[in-house]
């Protein structure tokens, strides 16, 4: 019999939707069954982010609208847990917001969600657990993927790089490698259970294996033995951090069978001065060579990129800089975000803070010319055939199928549910900005 029902609310990036996956699978292990209804579930857990402060808001709005259904239903449990909750000072703000919820877990710990569980079901008593160390790493954990067919997977943890404005480094920690024979046999396991792409997971893939005593554990290598995986249809990777991305790497991609070409290389700013502040470790010129490598192996690889516009200090001058290097790139397709200052890093006790007007205008004039440029991109695709792995049916019509091209464009066609998961070859027939449109021709 089921211990009871669960539900998921996550915020932020794939590493917390897989975060996510795996708690799912700990307590579904344990005898709870998951439910896509928020208000009948008997656990709600709601799995934070802190990038930005628009994430904390939208937490802190959702534990307000909850605090009303639990006050009714007092054997509700509401977990919190994730990236915010390692900050200091936010529990009392979590109270605030909703004085029910009975737990607080980490992001080193949230493997023992289920215990947790089961223990306040038992007693009602209130358990708040966020060690600020660094845990060894947890292997073969049960997961419950979103998809049967592709799968994320962590090869590292953490991040050492401080870039000035990130709060990451101080709420996942250091930056640590999984052993490459636990990623591979994972990956065996994923594909022998129907899994055809996988995804690597770390905040910056490039530097995976520095911390270990292995000479072979680096990121190339690791793809390369990824590559001869038999079964596997679709290898991708994110995220990679310009100043560690090496010649090797982008010829192991050029030269696999299976690694899409498909980049997200997130620039940030387009201004060298700028981009020394965010301590980011590279220059202007330093990106666009990179870019050229990438273009002169791979002719066809899409590039994607994050921006922030508005970083203290920024100027008129320097944001034109990051509109010329996006003309010069001439992105598939980014995502530009305001700067928003977090507590405890280096960039929010800058002085020039940018008027919150200014960083708005930038951004409205930045996105402008990104959709520009996506929209662009989308074109060149007419009237040729792509590959696409089919993940679903479109939100508005379920007769439309939904795939995604190697290089990550979302492509509409015609179909029938059985077609999700497999390989189609779709004609493109129509280009928008953000989507392509064809007719299935395999
Ligand atoms: N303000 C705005 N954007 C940020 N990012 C990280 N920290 C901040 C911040 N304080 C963006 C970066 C990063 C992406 C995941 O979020 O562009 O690449
Ligand atoms: Fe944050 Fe920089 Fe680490 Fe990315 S590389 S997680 S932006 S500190």
Redesign the pocket.
């Known amino acids: 019999m089921s211990k009871g029902s669960f539900y998921f609310q996550t915020y932020g990036c794939q590493m917390n939707e897989h975060d996510s996956e795996i708690m799912a699978g700990l307590l579904a292990d344990q005898g709870y069954t998951p439910t896509d209804q928020r208000d009948e579930a008997d656990v709600i857990i709601i799995n934070t982010c802190c990038?930005r402060e628009k994430a904390e808001h939208k937490v802190l709005s959702l534990l307000g609208e909850l605090r009303g259904q639990i006050e009714a239903d007092p054997n509700k449990v509401v977990a919190v847990c994730g990236c915010m909750v390692q900050q200091e000072d936010i529990v009392p703000k979590i109270r605030k917001a909703c004085p029910h919820v009975k737990l607080i877990i980490g992001t080193h710990n949230f493997h023992r969600i289920a215990e947790y569980i089961d223990r306040i079901r038992e007693t009602n008593e209130t358990i708040c657990d966020i060690p600020t160390e660094e845990l060894l790493i947890e292997e073969a954990l049960p997961t419950m993927r979103e998809y049967p067919f592709k799968a994320f997977v962590n090869i590292t943890y953490g991040?050492?790089?401080?870039?000035t404005?990130?709060?990451?480094?101080y709420v996942?920690g250091k930056e640590r490698s999984r052993d490459m024979v636990d990623i591979l046999n994972e990956v065996r396991a994923l594909v022998a259970d129907g899994v055809k792409e996988i995804t690597f997971l770390g905040?910056?893939v490039n530097s995976y294996g520095n911390d270990l005593d292995d000479p072979e554990a680096h990121f190339p290598g690791l793809l390369r033995a990824a590559d001869q995986i038999e079964g596997l249809e679709r290898i991708r990777f994110m995220?990679s951090?310009p100043k560690d991305l090496s010649q090797e790497l982008i010829d192991v991609i050029a030269d696999s069978r299976h690694i899409c070409h498909y980049i997200h290389l997130?620039v940030?700013a387009g201004s060298s001065r700028i981009l020394q502040r965010?301590?980011?470790r590279y220059t202007k010129d330093h990106y666009l060579a990179l870019v050229e490598a990438i273009r002169k192996a791979m002719p066809e690889a899409a590039l994607t990129t994050?921006i922030i516009v508005g970083f203290p200090g920024e100027t008129e001058e320097d944001f034109q800089e990051t509109l010329d290097l996006v003309e010069r790139v001439g992105f598939d397709n980014a995502f530009a975000f305001a700067y928003s200052p977090r507590a405890g890093t280096p960039a929010e006790k800058m002085t020039n803070q940018i008027p919150l007007e200014e960083k708005k205008d930038r951004l409205a004039r930045l996105n402008d010319l990104l959709a520009k440029w996506s929209l662009k991109k989308n074109q060149a695709y007419l009237g040729k055939t792509v590959k696409v792995l089919v993940d679903g049916v479109s939100k508005s019509n379920d007769r439309v199928l939904s795939g995604k091209t190697d290089t990550g464009k979302i492509v509409l066609f015609t179909g029938n549910e059985e077609a999700i998961g497999t390989l189609a070859d779709v004609q493109v027939e129509s280009a928008q900005t953000w989507i392509l449109k064809g007719k299935r021709v395999k």
């Open positions: 990038i991040c050492n790089n401080y870039c404005y990130c709060i990451v480094p996942r905040q910056n995220t951090h997130p940030q965010m301590n980011r994050d």
